[in-house]
């Protein structure tokens, strides 16, 4: 095989509840994770080059060592030996440092279509090995889920058998926030001692609509709008056009509603302003 192409898709959190501080310097999460529609397309192609490189159209995509498919790239020429050159083409349609885990996706991508394309032979729990060391984010990918638990610093991943489909609108301001600087906001005696995740379960379990709308939920929300104070103006504003629950994924700044239908998402869509934002209607994958 000479060439691959892979999808790469995006998540969300549905619930994100942060338990506390580790020794290592990472926080404890619960959170349930949601794939979704929105996704890059990764193509990797072999070459006589003896380099890796990297393509990508989109300006803010990180071309070298801070590009987590890149780093998931060497890491397995370097173990493995693999002398040949490599071109990694990436079509970026999630945006970048949105909360969406868009790199994460895009390494374990990588991790998956170079187990392929150069024949490792890598069984699961060693690309969960690779995964761990790449991010805390890569590892959800590695699973063929639409849903699953994460815990431990979010790479521990428990699929979970739900076949719940949902509709979303997200909206993405063109702004960036890095991951690092709202966990270094957070104030842990602030965040509610629920267990988010528990409440939240059975309602995705049941497709109970409403309620699950009402049970999204982001501990890292003060820390985003400490940052962003202006961010909660998104988040009414879906909410005045009508979506049930509106929440932060993961360090944001995207911010999603559920909706009842893609009719819905489409009638929401059309009320944002697309000069700040990017909006998007997805659904579970
Ligand atoms: O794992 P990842 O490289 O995506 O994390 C980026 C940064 O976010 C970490 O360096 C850490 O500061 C913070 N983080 C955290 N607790 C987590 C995940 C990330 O404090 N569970």
């Known amino acids: 095989m000479h060439r691959l192409t892979v999808h790469s898709p995006a998540k969300l959190n549905l619930v994100l509840d942060v338990l506390g501080k580790r020794p290592d310097g990472?926080?404890?999460?619960?959170?349930i994770f949601e794939r979704i529609s929105l996704a890059d397309q990764i193509t990797l192609?072999?070459?006589?080059?003896?380099?890796?490189?990297?393509?990508?159209?989109?300006?803010?995509?990180?071309?070298?060592?801070?590009?987590?498919?890149?780093k998931a790239a060497m890491m397995l020429s370097g173990d493995f030996s693999i002398s040949e050159g490599l071109d990694i083409n990436i079509v970026k349609n999630i945006p970048v440092a949105a909360g969406l885990a868009g790199g994460?996706?895009?390494a374990a991508a990588v991790l998956l279509g170079l187990n392929r394309l150069w024949q490792i032979g890598l069984n699961h729990a060693q690309l969960l090995n690779y995964?761990?060391?790449?991010?805390?984010?890569?590892?959800?990918?590695l699973y063929d889920t639409s849903y699953a638990l994460g815990t431990g610093r979010g790479e521990l991943i428990r699929p979970l058998d739900v076949k719940t489909k949902l509709w979303h609108v997200l909206v993405t301001p063109r702004v960036k926030i890095y991951t690092k600087e709202v966990f270094a906001r957070l104030k842990?005696?602030?965040?509610?001692?629920?267990?988010n995740v528990n409440i939240l379960l059975p309602f995705l379990r049941k497709g109970d609509f409403v309620r699950l709308a009402?049970?999204?939920?982001?501990?890292?929300?003060?820390?985003?709008?400490?940052?962003?104070?202006d961010f909660i103006y998104l988040k009414d504003k879906l909410l005045d056009?009508?979506?049930?629950g509106v929440c932060f994924s993961g360090s944001g700044p995207s911010v999603f509603a559920c909706v009842p239908s893609q009719k819905h998402a489409l009638?929401?869509?059309?009320?944002f302003d697309r000069r700040y934002t990017q909006v998007f209607v997805v659904s579970t994958m």
């Open 26 to 31: 990472f926080h404890e999460l619960r959170t």
């Open 214 to 229: 009402g049970a999204l939920s982001n501990d890292l929300e003060p820390a985003i709008l400490s940052l962003r104070p």
């Open 45 to 70: 192609t072999r070459n006589k080059s003896h380099k890796i490189s990297v393509r990508c159209a989109h300006p803010h995509v990180p071309l070298s060592s801070k590009n987590l498919a890149f």
């Open 188 to 195: 842990l005696s602030l965040t509610n001692k629920k267990d």
């Open 267 to 271: 009638s929401l869509r059309a009320k």
């Open 104 to 106: 994460s996706s895009n």
């Open 241 to 244: 056009a009508g979506a049930a």
């Open 131 to 141: 995964a761990a060391r790449l991010g805390s984010d890569v590892a959800f990918f």
